[in-house]
Structures are given as structure tokens and as C-alpha cells.
Nanobody
């Protein structure tokens, strides 16, 4: 059974950085598009970033462009999300999930069918 586990969250001050990890067990990460999502307190879950398995293209929500960087290490079966210049509005539980679909430029990748949602990791940014 495939399991994705997000880790690396914590409490940081505004302007700080964190590196989140999404580790896959029971499966091969390289075969899937991996997406990062977040759910701020009292709000709906939103897509943050994803990385394609077919061509390695990376996609970002407008709110995080220039601050967040997604990468994958297939040898370690891990996808990373480097988050810099953190803002209080980045406070959320961050999740990763996988998809068999491939994102396309101009399409809303967050609407693809993602599954194997794992336990999230809490990111809290203090002002």
C-alpha cells in the first residue's frame, strides 16, 4: 500500500525558511506527479505546487511563486518543498499527494485526481 508522509514543518518567524519533505513508501515516486497542498485554519485546502513525473515541469500557485521551490529526488523517493520568505498567511497544514495525471501549462493542476493523501505537517509562521 502506497503511503505518503509529509514532514519538516515547524514554528518559524516571518521571513524564515523551511524545507518540507514528502516521502513515499510502498511505491515508486518517479512514476507519479506529486502535488503539495495546504489547508490554512478555517479555510479550504489549496494547491501550492506540483512537479510532473513525465518532464519534471514545476507549477506554483501565484501566492507562492518566487518563494517556494519544489524538487524531487527519485533515488530517495522524496519530493521536497523549499519555502522561503515565509509569511503569516503561509500558516497551514501542508499535505502531499500523488496523481497519475500530468499537468499542462495553463491548466489548473490542483483539480487533477490526487490520491494517497498522507498525514500533513504543520507550518506556523509568527509575525
Amino acid at each position: 500500500q502506497v503511503q505518503l508522509v509529509a514532514s519538516g514543518g515547524g514554528l518559524v518567524q516571518s521571513g524564515g525558511s523551511l524545507r518540507l519533505s514528502c516521502t513515499v513508501s510502498g511505491g515508486t515516486l518517479s512514476s507519479y506527479t506529486i502535488g503539495w497542498f495546504r489547508q490554512p485554519p478555517g479555510k479550504q485546502r489549496e494547491g501550492v505546487s506540483c512537479i510532473s513525473s513525465s518532464d519534471g515541469r514545476k507549477y506554483y500557485a501565484d501566492s507562492v511563486k518566487g518563494r517556494f521551490t519544489i524538487s524531487r529526488d527519485n533515488a530517495k523517493n522524496t519530493v521536497y518543498l523549499q519555502i522561503n520568505s515565509l509569511k503569516p498567511e503561509d500558516t497551514a497544514v501542508y499535505y502531499c499527494a500523488e496523481s497519475e495525471d500530468q499537468p499542462w501549462p495553463g491548466a489548473n493542476w490542483a483539480m487533477m485526481n490526487f490520491f494517497s493523501w498522507g498525514r500533513g505537517t504543520q507550518v506556523t509562521v509568527s509575525s
